[in-house]
């Protein structure tokens, strides 16, 4: 198994709070990614990272912010949560840009924003 | 707009029969495909993909076919198993230019496979 690591697996907030979730990776991957999973939806790109300090938007990235200080840590933090955001996070990481070689994910983290 | 569609959000069969989850997708860009199986509670991994210059890859049970023209791939799992049974989700692969990839992936199907 890809060594990546989210926590927390599970936290239930309230609306307004903000909330910080985080993924370690032991792989030295370059490529870190955020997703998050909505029934009927699918997986969705939040905001990805190609490099430390470098990262860029997905696809739902409204109201989400990321930062990659060091290699094998990826930070998803929702300034003030708000209740469309209850879903299940995942991490992911890649050796090469996704698609250009398959995604790890990690367990993912069941966020509650009640 | 969905580019990535699974049109059957579940599909069910018994032990031994044959798995054929379905594919469709709009962009004619799209240059690579892969299927990942995701169990409850677990992060989904990755199982088998397709370049779009070839039109079978096989892996073991499992087999991916792809229909440029159609802008269809389906996964076949011969003989199915009830380990099988999970939500297998279909990303396409778009080259945005250079080493910029992006990772399109569908809604899911749930698999039952049935004892």
């Known amino acids: 198994d890809a060594g990546i690591t989210q926590s927390p697996r599970h936290k239930v907030t309230e609306t307004g709070t903000p909330v910080t979730l985080r993924c370690h990776q032991t792989e030295n991957h370059r490529y870190m990614y955020w997703y998050r999973q909505d029934p009927g939806h699918g997986l969705r790109l939040i905001h990805y990272?190609?490099?430390?300090?470098?990262?860029d938007k997905g696809e739902v990235s409204d109201g989400y912010s990321v930062s990659r200080s060091k290699t094998e840590d990826f930070l998803l933090t929702l300034e003030s949560a708000t209740s469309s955001q209850t879903s299940v996070y995942f991490c992911?990481?890649?050796?090469?840009?996704?698609?250009?070689?398959?995604?790890?994910f990690g367990s993912g983290t069941q966020l509650s924003v009640l | 707009d969905q580019q990535v569609k699974q049109n059957s959000p579940s599909l069910s069969v018994q032990e031994g029969r044959i798995s054929i989850l379905n594919c469709d997708y709009t962009?004619?860009?799209?240059?690579?495909f892969l299927w990942y199986k995701k169990y409850p509670a677990e992060g989904p991994t990755f199982l088998i993909s397709i370049s779009s210059i070839k039109d079978k890859n096989e892996d073991g049970r499992f087999t991916v076919f792809l229909n440029k023209s159609a802008k269809h791939l389906s996964l076949h799992i011969v003989p199915s198993q009830p380990g099988d049974s999970a939500v297998y989700f279909c990303?396409?692969?778009?080259?945005?230019?250079?080493?910029?990839?992006?990772?399109?992936f569908g809604k899911g199907t749930l698999l039952t496979v049935n004892p």
């Open positions: 990303a396409a692969r778009l080259n945005s230019g250079g080493s910029n990839y992006k990772l399109t």
């Open positions: 962009n004619s860009m799209f240059d690579y």
């Open positions: 992911a990481i890649s050796e090469r840009g996704q698609g250009g070689a398959k995604l790890f």
């Open positions: 990272s190609y490099g430390v300090k470098d990262t």
